[in-house]
T-cell receptor
Framework: GQQVQQSPASLVLQEGENAELQCNFSTSLNSMQWFYQRPGGSLVSLFYNPSGTKHSGRLTSTTVIKERRSSLHISSSQTTDSGTYLCALVNTGYQNFYFGKGTSLTVIP | DAGVTQTPRHEVAEKGQTIILKCEPVSGHNDLFWYRQTKIQGLELLSYFRSKSLMEDGGAFKDRFKAEMLNSSFSTLKIQPTEPKDSAVYLC??????????FGEGSKLTVL
């Protein structure tokens, strides 16, 4: 079965609204990484977050290993936040990466 | 430090042709991955090298896909012969055994 489930699959926000993206996993992990991808662009790493909470500007990532979940919070969304957000979990020893299907975010002005 | 470099950025091929995509990982990284990305399937692992040794060959992609890593700073992905269903973005990524993945800009392949 699928190791990583992302939700929602898509999301439309009005500029200024907040967003909460979820990543749930069914296997044990050593780390979690969040990526952002613009249409036609490559994957840009947002957070490498094995556990706990990390902040970067308007973005916050929280990983709770015991609950097998990670979240990405976007505050005060902007139109430039539009794109796809992917989470990937990794079993560091074997370097096995499992990717979610992504959340497609559209922020309208 | 330079990131992951992929060439070419765009490739158009006729069905049956052989194409070679290239990747230079981040200097010093010992893990290198090739992925294929499509809207329907998402990211699919094609190959994984650790210290130049092939660790995974992507199973279903064995027949016409061959990745090689001749030295620690250069890898190629050969698709032979190409088919229209191979049209996708091919991404190369590297890691320093820390679990943090760095991606290149990708090579967009169109097979006519």
């Amino acid at each position: 079965g699928q190791q990583v489930q992302q939700s929602p699959a898509s999301l439309v926000l009005q500029e200024g609204e907040n967003a909460e993206l979820q990543c749930n996993f069914s296997t044990s992990l050593n780390s979690m990484q969040w990526f952002y991808q613009r249409p036609g662009g490559s994957l840009v790493s947002l957070f490498y977050n094995p556990s706990g909470t990390k902040h970067s500007g308007r973005l916050t990532s929280t990983t709770v290993i015991k609950e097998r979940r990670s979240s990405l919070h976007i505050s005060s969304s902007q139109t430039t936040d539009s794109g796809t957000y992917l989470c990937a979990l990794v079993n560091t020893g074997y370097q096995n990466f499992y990717f979610g299907k992504g959340t497609s975010l559209t922020v309208i002005p | 430090d330079a990131g992951v470099t992929q060439t070419p950025r765009h490739e158009v091929a006729e069905k049956g042709q052989t194409i070679i995509l290239k990747c230079e990982p981040v200097s010093g990284h010992n893990d290198l991955f090739w992925y294929r990305q499509t809207k329907i399937q998402g990211l699919e692992l094609l190959s994984y090298f650790r210290s130049k040794s092939l660790m995974e060959d992507g199973g279903a992609f064995k027949d016409r896909f061959k990745a090689e890593m001749l030295n620690s700073s250069f890898s190629t992905l050969k698709i032979q012969p190409t088919e229209p269903k191979d049209s996708a973005v091919y991404l190369c990524a590297s890691s320093l055994n820390t679990g943090q993945l760095y991606f290149g800009e990708g090579s967009k392949l169109t097979v006519l």
